[in-house]
């Protein structure tokens, strides 16, 4: 059983407001993602972290930013949140014995009106 | 680039059928093949994998894939489906140092 958590599970925020979405691991695993997932569609990888104070940007250009101050934590933030920025966000992590395994959270629904 | 197409965007099975989801991957070393599976409202759950060896692979909840190298392709499977199998199904590809690339999704409903 995958130990990952996201809160908020569900966000309704207005435009312009400044939003993060919390990630957490228990698994002491390096590398961190995050993907962006539209509603019936494939997820798109965002951000990711191969470690401590590393981050790099995914295959999908995103507004939003991230941190890594700490191994189990991964927040993304949105500066100033827009209707297009609606979407599912899902963490996921995976162990450097096991880098193939991504282990996802249950997800951020976040809708910007 | 790494691809991953699946071709059927809803299937629609009868409780204790056989199932079969297509997946064809472009890519343009040896991959490795990934089915997740996703519950409304959950993150994702690896269903099984495949890096290298035994072509066939067997995951958790009754399912296998196949990998065809001459068909780039990674069918899933399942002998006999169950209501709960209703869910959202994504197949991935990556490589070594590679992040993910995952298909569009096939949504199955199951009807009892």
């Known amino acids: 059983e995958a130990d990952i958590y996201q809160t908020p599970r569900y966000l309704v925020i207005g435009t312009g407001k400044k939003i993060t979405l919390e990630c957490s691991q228990t698994?002491?695993?390096?590398?961190m993602y995050w993907y962006q997932q539209d509603p019936g569609m494939e997820l798109h990888l965002i951000h990711y972290?191969?470690?401590?104070?590393?981050?790099e940007k995914g295959d999908l250009s995103s507004e939003s930013t991230v941190s890594r101050i700490r191994t189990e934590h991964f927040p993304l933030t949105l500066e100033s949140a827009r209707p297009s920025h609606t979407s599912q966000y899902l963490c996921?992590?995976?162990?450097?014995?096991?880098?193939?395994?991504?282990?996802f959270g249950p997800g951020t629904r976040l809708t910007v009106t | 680039a790494q691809s991953v197409t699946q071709p059927d965007i809803h299937i629609t099975v009868s409780e204790g059928a056989s199932l079969e989801l297509r997946c064809n991957y472009s890519y343009g070393a040896t991959p490795y093949l990934f089915w997740y599976v996703q519950s409304p409202g959950q993150g994702l759950q690896l269903l099984l994998k495949?890096?290298?060896?035994?072509?066939l692979v067997q995951g958790i909840k009754g399912f296998e894939a196949e990998f065809k190298r001459s068909q780039s392709s990674f069918n899933l499977r399942k002998p006999s489906v169950h209501w709960s199998d209703a869910a959202e199904y994504f197949c991935?590809?990556?490589?070594?140092?590679?992040?993910?690339?995952f298909g569009p999704g096939t949504r199955l409903s199951v009807l009892p």
């Open positions: 991935a590809v990556g490589g070594y140092g590679q992040n993910f690339v």
């Open positions: 972290s191969y470690g401590v104070n590393s981050t």
């Open positions: 698994m002491g695993h390096d590398k």
């Open positions: 495949y890096f290298s060896g035994d072509t």
């Open positions: 996921a992590s995976s162990s450097p014995t096991r880098v193939y395994e991504q282990c």
